[in-house]
Structure formats: structure tokens, C-alpha cells
T-cell receptor
Framework: GENVEQHPSTLSVQEGDSAVIKCTYS??????FPWYKQELGKRPQLIIDIRSNVGEKKDQRIAVTLNKTAKHFSLHITETQPEDSAVYFC??????????FGTGTRLQVFP | NAGVTQTPKFQVLKTGQSMTLQCAQDMNHNSMYWYRQDPGMGLRLIYYSASEGTTDKGEVPNGYNVSRLNKREFSLRLESAAPSQTSVYFC????????????FGPGTRLTVT
């Protein structure tokens, strides 16, 4: 079935450290994998995405990696800052029409 | 360019009441989506519309109906609200085809007592 698993559910790091969030998906036909950041009381905002023909993508302090064989993808945040504190969601695109989301990771960055 | 807008922002219903959540986008997007978000859970797809005139069920469609009124508007109706439908509801849209980026509205916080 259509499923996205996300781990961990909570993650606490010291400012300046790195944070890694991992997701797995079930459908090998999925070809698009976005990551969303949601601050408290706000809407989800797209922060980075990757397509299935690419293994890694970077944008300043954030990067996403994709392993199609294992059906894994990960979000990496380096040099974390307090403003990175939020809930992060991964998602996978299914059947050409819909995104299925993971259950979210609450990231807390302590000064 | 307002993007994706939703009304109302907040709503309190009694069990059994009905209401319609409105969503509109001004980006000329083909596909529109309704999600619900519950504490500790991700965004779960209720219904979606890949193009004007079509609608399809998502992961949790029971208790809801939708209408794709035109290309801009996609409404979600609760015919007989239940406490289990207390949630934050997000509408989203995307261009369609090979353009996958999805943009979210600000959400509607619904409480059913």
C-alpha cells in the first residue's frame, strides 16, 4: 500500500550540531520526495525536494539524499540554529497525483 | 497574488451539524487537495481533485464530501460532524503534470463538541 515511515518522531540537538531525519517509502514507482517545515500554528512550507533521477541535493545548510534501491531518503541539516526548531515532514508522490506524508519529526535546537 | 486561501480560519460545531470549508487558489493550478492534521500525526489526505471536474478519495475520506466548483475552488463538506473530525484542515494545490510542488493554505481549525 501507500505508506511513508518517518523517524525519529522527536529530535533534540545542540545549536551547531547536525540533525538527520530518515524516511522510507513503499512504492518503487514514487519519483518525487519533498520535505516540509511546519512552525507552530503555521502552514507546512516546502524547504527542499528531490526527484528520483538524483541521489543528493543541497541548499545551503540543508541537504536531502535518496537511495532508490533501499527506498530510503533523508534530510540533513548542518550547523543547526534555534530557528530550525519546527516539525519536519517527509512525503512521497504516488500514482502521479498525490503526496503521502510521514508522521513528522519535532526538531528542537537548544542554544 | 494571494496563493491558496481558506475560510473560515476557526470553527466550532456541535455534533451532527454540517458545514462547508472553502478553498480557493489564484495560481491557475490544476490539482487541489484536502488534508487533515491531528496532533502527533502527519498530514492525511482526505480527497483530491487532479483536474477540474474530477475528484478522488484519499486515505481518510469517510464522513466527508468534496466539490470542485471550478478550477479555482475546491470545497470540503462535513454533512454530520463528529468529535473525531476535530482537526486542522489544510487545502493545497499544485500545477499538475510533472510539476509536483504543492502549496498549502493557512488552515482551518475545526472543533466538534
Amino acid at each position: 500500500g501507500e505508506n511513508v515511515e518517518q523517524h525519529p518522531s522527536t529530535l533534540s540537538v545542540q545549536e551547531g550540531d547536525s540533525a538527520v531525519i530518515k524516511c522510507t517509502y513503499s512504492d518503487s514507482a514514487s519519483n518525487y520526495f519533498p520535505w516540509y517545515k511546519q512552525e507552530l500554528g503555521k502552514r507546512p512550507q516546502l524547504i527542499i525536494d528531490i526527484r528520483s533521477n538524483v541521489g543528493e541535493k543541497k541548499d545551503q545548510r540543508i541537504a536531502v539524499t535518496l537511495n532508490k534501491t533501499a527506498k530510503h531518503f533523508s534530510l540533513h541539516i548542518t550547523e543547526t540554529q534555534p530557528e530550525d526548531s519546527a516539525v519536519y515532514f517527509c512525503a512521497a508522490f504516488y500514482n502521479t497525483d498525490k503526496l503521502i506524508f510521514g508522521t513528522g519529526t519535532r526538531l528542537q535546537v537548544f542554544p | 497574488n494571494a496563493g491558496v486561501t481558506q475560510t473560515p480560519k476557526f470553527q466550532v460545531l456541535k455534533t451532527g451539524q454540517s458545514m462547508t470549508l472553502q478553498c480557493a487558489q489564484d495560481m491557475n493550478h490544476n490539482s487541489m487537495y484536502w488534508y487533515r492534521q491531528d496532533p502527533g500525526m502527519g498530514l492525511r489526505l482526505i480527497y483530491y481533485s487532479a483536474s477540474e471536474g474530477t475528484t478522488d478519495k484519499g486515505e481518510v475520506p469517510n464522513g466527508y464530501n468534496v466539490s470542485r466548483l471550478n478550477k479555482r475552488e475546491f470545497s470540503l463538506r462535513l454533512e454530520s460532524a463528529a468529535p473525531s473530525q476535530t482537526s486542522v484542515y489544510f487545502c493545497a494545490s499544485r500545477t499538475g503534470g510533472n510539476t509536483h510542488e504543492q502549496y498549502f493554505g493557512p488552515g482551518t481549525r475545526l472543533t466538534v463538541t
